[in-house]
């Protein structure tokens, strides 16, 4: 990756992850940018994903990354042309908010917790359908230079803290339990 502009994801290789769908995401966008590399933090290629990735001629183009302390994470967000994130389903969107924290551009799936976590800042494709993630992730590059747009990310971001979302479940929480007899 040494020197070559990259797209990162960060998550485990979950089902619900969809690696897949973030492969044949990539090997769209590379038809587009073929200088692009994809930075790889956590999953770990199952055998029917190494397969897609020789299937999609992208051995050359993925890296995986190590275990990294924060303030290396940190650094590959900062440094990512996009952060993708293919999820059919999160409980928080952590990555998102990670990624914006950093002025990160994001291009991710539609569903529920990065429509909450991203709001308006966001690059959003339909959950499964990897051309439409590649279209968002075209989207992303093209605000990744634009100081306005990485300010208003990591303003989008500074919203949320622990302790807020902590606060928000305590509040659902206290909800549920006053509506029962």
Request: charge should be positive.
């Amino acid at each position: 990756m040494e020197g070559r502009p990259y797209v990162l994801h960060v998550g485990s290789d979950l089902p619900r992850k969809r690696i897949d769908v973030l492969l044949r995401a990539f090997a769209v966008l590379r038809r587009k940018r073929p200088e692009l590399c994809l930075a790889q933090r956590g999953a770990r290629p199952r055998e029917a994903q190494a397969a897609l990735v020789r299937e999609l001629g992208l051995e050359d183009a993925i890296v995986d990354l190590p275990r990294l302390r924060r303030d290396e994470l940190a650094a590959h967000y900062r440094g990512a042309r996009a952060v993708l994130l293919s999820s059919d389903a999160e409980g928080f969107g952590l990555p998102v908010i990670e990624a914006l924290a950093c002025g990160a551009p994001v291009a991710c799936t539609d569903i529920p917790a990065f429509r909450e976590v991203g709001g308006p800042v966001v690059h959003r494709a339909p959950a499964g359908e990897p051309e439409a993630l590649a279209r968002a992730a075209l989207d992303a590059l093209a605000t990744v230079d634009d100081v306005e747009v990485r300010a208003a990310r990591s303003a989008w971001a500074a919203r949320t803290s622990w302790e807020a979302h902590a606060a928000r479940i305590a509040r659902a929480y206290g909800e549920l339990l006053g509506r029962r007899p």
